[in-house]
């Protein structure tokens, strides 16, 4: 756990004074209904962020390490924050939730939140839908609580081939491999998409 304040003062005041802010697309309007001041999430990437004056949404971007909370209104370390960020932009899609096997993630529209199952049930990854505990093989993987930082944990995604995470203070970091590329879970890289089984 990080609780050094200056840090996350000075993430903060990175995000004040990040300098070239640029105004969001007319198509998307993160800002509309939303109160002047207030700082919206960039749904595309979990370091960017929007600061909503009268319904115009100016983008900006969180320094290099640090990703947005928008509960926090600040920019601040990756493991403090649930950023999820959706494939796809549209429709609905449900996948495993990297860490919790009673949880699961839900894209809808772009935006992503966790579900849970009711109690006594447990998501299937390969069907994704909750069924009673019994019937599900849970596998979700759980990063160590300590980092080591000679060894690097990552998993493989849930959603798409190309996503993965790197366990952080014992919470996983979604990434994504540079477009064209899948995540190779037993070589624990990107490599061509003809290079790697991907079953998703």
Known sequence: MHSNTFTRFVGLTALLACGAFGVASSNDEPCRGVSN????????????YYYCLDDVANHAMCPQDFHFNELAQMCDYPDQVSCHICQQQTGVQVSAHPQNCNQFILCSGGYSSVGQCSEGYLFDGQQRVCHPSVRVNCSA???PEQDNPSQIVYMPGMA???EYFICQSGRPVQHFCAPGLYWDAIHQRCDFSQNVQCTL
């Open 141 to 143: 993987t759980r990063c």
């Open 160 to 162: 798409s081939c190309d």
């Open 37 to 48: 001041g207030y700082f919206v999430r960039d749904k595309t990437d979990c370091r960017g």
